[in-house]
């Protein structure tokens, strides 16, 4: 066998790898990212009835992160496509930090519908470029079988995250807010 044929194969083989480190690196970005979303379920209800919320607006602000990202996602797929995706990426996962942190020290219903929001929005760019990175480290060959390796990352933040939140919400419990009327 000639070294061009050998070094071709090895060339071939290499690009054939599923588990790359960025494939990894992708992973586990989408669980720590999925998971900070599912913390939040089980304790922003409470949380919103603690400022002063009705049980009914309570649930709103709960369903505003997952409406408004399945709203902003084809923004986030046309921004995706057009722009880097890793910094996309940071930048969105920035945005879902300061989101996080406002929702931890409103005040106010207000404010916290308006981080809601940016949770929601920094969420669906976030993922959306994911998923479209993913896609593109991934070999044609083992698309299917990554993108489904991939989905792997959402049923375990769907798994441990809401567990977290409650431990969270149990053991540190909530500041105490000003509730405006």
């Not at 304790?43 to 369903?63: D, E, P, Q, R």
Request: aromatic residues 12%.
């Amino acid at each position: 066998m000639a070294a061009g044929t050998r070094y071709h194969g090895e060339q071939m083989e290499r690009k054939e790898k599923l588990w790359s480190f960025e494939f990894i690196y992708l992973l586990i970005i989408a669980t720590v990212v999925s998971t900070s979303f599912y913390m939040t379920m089980p304790i922003i209800a409470k949380y919103s009835m603690m400022l002063g919320a009705s049980l009914s607006l309570a649930g709103v602000i709960a369903g505003l992160f997952s409406l408004t990202a399945l709203l902003i996602r084809p923004i986030g797929g046309f921004i995706s496509d057009r722009f880097s995706k890793k910094y996309i990426i940071v930048c969105s996962t920035f945005l879902m930090c300061i989101a996080a942190l406002g929702c931890s020290v409103s005040d106010h219903i207000y404010s916290l519908i308006i981080f809601r929001l940016l949770h929601g929005v920094g969420f669906a760019i976030n993922s959306t470029a994911t998923i479209t990175l993913v896609s593109e480290k991934l070999p044609l060959k083992r698309l299917g079988e990554g993108i489904g390796w991939f989905g792997i990352s959402f049923i375990v933040a769907a798994a441990i995250g809401p567990g977290i939140g409650a431990v969270i919400g149990s053991e540190f419990g909530y500041h105490e807010a000003d509730v405006v009327s």
